[in-house]
Antibody, heavy 119, light 108 residues
Framework: QVQLIQSGAEVVQPGASVKVSCKTSGYTFTTYYIHWVRQAPGQGLEYMGMIIPSDGGTYYAQGLQGRVAMTRDTSTNTVYLELRSLPSEDTAVYFC????????????WGQGTLVTVAS | EIVLAQSPGTLSLSPGERATLSCRASESVSSNYLTWYQQKPGQAPRLLIYAASRRATGIPDRFSGSGSGTDFTLTISRLEPEDFAVYYCQQFRNPGYTFGQGTKLEIK
């Protein structure tokens, strides 16, 4: 069965970096895009960007460009989200989700990773 | 960037009643590019409706979607206890696939 399993919760200091993983299984890794979405405590969903596992191509949402990097490892079918220079406002649950190209919906999601930015 | 405005912010209804949730886009969005999700506390969002009106696999037929252009609607015909949750619309017309701010459906 399709699974997206994310890494565990992180506590990081302001100004530091964090790297969250999303390990996929149950389907052909290079066939589907992986997107990242975050949700601050008590708030709505915010789209962050996407990676194309077949070639590593990426798109990042405007407000995050320069601080975010999405990468993939095709040997382990894993996608990574790295966020740098974290302010406290980046405290959120981070989700990965997959999309079949041009389907225009996310059909499977990871369980979420809580990143807390605090000193 | 396309902005999606959902209304109402909170909807208080009783089981068995009909729920109508709205999603209005700042620019025209092809119906192919409008998706609805349901989210319960502590869970990832769940796909409900894609292409504005097509139910995802396993979604009960009490959920329906409609609309075109800038105005879209999610309707739940008869609310079940498990339907009380937060609902989000999302557009896929432009990269930066924005979400609406959500409608919380609560038990009256």
């Amino acid at each position: 069965q399709v699974q997206l399993i994310q890494s565990g919760a992180e506590v990081v200091q302001p100004g530091a970096s964090v790297k969250v993983s999303c390990k996929t299984s149950g389907y052909t890794f290079t066939t589907y895009y992986i997107h990242w979405v975050r949700q601050a405590p008590g708030q709505g969903l915010e789209y962050m960007g996407m990676i194309i596992p077949s070639d590593g191509g990426t798109y990042y949402a405007q407000g995050l460009q320069g601080r975010v990097a999405m990468t993939r490892d095709t040997s382990t079918n894993t996608v990574y989200l790295e966020l740098r220079s974290l302010p406290s406002e980046d405290t959120a649950v981070y989700f990965c989700a997959r999309e079949y190209p041009a389907n225009n919906f996310f059909d499977y999601w990871g369980q979420g990773t809580l990143v807390t930015v605090a000193s | 960037e396309i902005v999606l405005a959902q209304s109402p912010g909170t909807l208080s209804l009783s089981p068995g009643e009909r729920a109508t949730l709205s999603c209005r886009a700042s620019e025209s969005v092809s119906s192919n590019y409008l998706t609805w999700y349901q989210q319960k506390p502590g869970q990832a969002p769940r796909l409900l409706i894609y292409a504005a009106s097509r139910r995802a696999t396993g979604i009960p037929d009490r959920f329906s979607g409609s609309g075109s252009g800038t105005d879209f609607t999610l309707t739940i015909s008869r609310l079940e206890p498990e339907d009380f949750a937060v609902y989000y619309c999302q557009q896929f017309r432009n990269p930066g696939y924005t979400f609406g701010q959500g409608t919380k459906l609560e038990i009256k």
